[in-house]
């Protein structure tokens, strides 16, 4: 039964809190391991305190690894939940963790408790795990198990098999078997179908595919995501500078770089963290108001520049009422071709920025001829003055063309400076279009007043 609801989860934690409660401690247990390896992160998490406390008790230090593995909350509320145990009792659960998710954990700790777990591990995990942690945050080595599956190109199907079954409970993906040589460097790899399709006395390096596409540690996780979607694989190796062997990021660390990548871009397009889907509606007005009164003040600039062209208002009342749509249509066009240019950059096709320039101008070019068109036939039926119609139809084609291409640009210029792009905002944009058409607007209704003041 997959826990898809609130009421099931609900349904499912008072079940098990009750088998706790009456002593039914192996009933505890049988219900709790036949849930899938998610659910009983989500149910873990959602125990109260005290049943917890029995629960880890009861529990071996592999169930509880599985159960950290799968958490789907904050590092820090994980931190929080292993910190319910004794230190020993954690470090043994972190042991048993799949090395990326037991350096996320750590990183997510403060610097005094990690030496504590540390000081309670084996030296050679230790040691490990170390290396892991100085990796730099969204890269290909932060993201890396170190639990894979590598055999030598000398030997042959059956023993490659026999250490498959060997190892599978321990390996993150056996999926992909990966061939090295005596000094760790990466050969090839070898297929779970391949093994099971070939005679056992075959030898490894006989059906070894030795074109292996890789990545290195000090790639980005964006980088990384975008190989592992482009060629659909499961799992795919880390290697160092002298291609040694370093360890493997599967497809579901993947999904999840991918969700996090699209969760700063939809926060950045929006000027507010909709990662915090479960915030309190106070701690969300307060986190928001700083980007507010910055877009307030960005505003009064506007309406500052309209200020600079009150003669020409004075003069021509009715092109107030165009002000609210060019500007608006504008910064519409260049939010949509902010959205553009982030989703280029991000899928990182095109680098040189060039190809994606030119299709954007044409875009922008057929948009804004449409967009002034119509806008100067509409106002040709509704005032009955063509030079007024000229006037907002070429300053609404203007404003959509220059707005495009201003949106455009500052992502591919941050993205030159090797910046993310998604830093860029949605409403700071548009204030910035808003801008630009205003100037763009007025420009040319006072160079063109003469043209319709008084039909």
Known sequence: MALDNEQQLAETVHELANLITTGQDDLFMNRFTALHDFEKGQVYAALPENIREVAWRIMDDETLATIFDNLEIDPEEIVALLEEMPEQKGADILVAMFADNEADLLQAMPAKKVANYLALMPADEVK????????????????????????????????????????AEEAESIIYVYVIDDENHLIGVVSLRDLLTHPDDMAIDSITNTRVISVSADSDQ????????DYNFFSIPVIDADKHLLGIITVDDIVDVIDEEAVEDYSGLAAVDVSDTDDSAWHSAIKRIPWLLTLLVLGLASTALIGMFEHTIRQAPILAAFITIIAGTAGNA???????????????????????LISEFISALVLSIIGGAVLALVTMLWQGNDGLALAVGLSLALSILASSLLAHL??????????????????????????????????????????????
């Open 128 to 167: 490990e795990i170390k290396q892991l942690i100085n990796y730099e945050d969204d890269t290909a080595g932060s993201l890396m198990a170190t639990e894979y599956l590598a055999v030598k190109r000398s030997e042959k199907v059956k023993d490659v098999l026999r250490q498959v079954k060997k190892q």
């Open 222 to 229: 964006q980088d990384v995501a975008q190989v592992v979607a």
């Open 334 to 356: 260049g939010t949509q071709s902010l959205a553009l240019a982030i989703r280029h950059f991000g899928n990182g096709s095109d680098q040189s920025g060039w190809k994606n």
């Open 410 to 455: 500052v992502p591919a210029l941050l993205n030159r400076l090797n910046i993310d792009p998604a830093v860029i905002n949605g409403p700071l944009v548009a204030t910035v279009c808003d801008w630009a058409s205003i100037l763009i607007y007025f420009s040319i209704a006072t160079a063109m007043l003469s043209g319709f003041v008084g039909k």
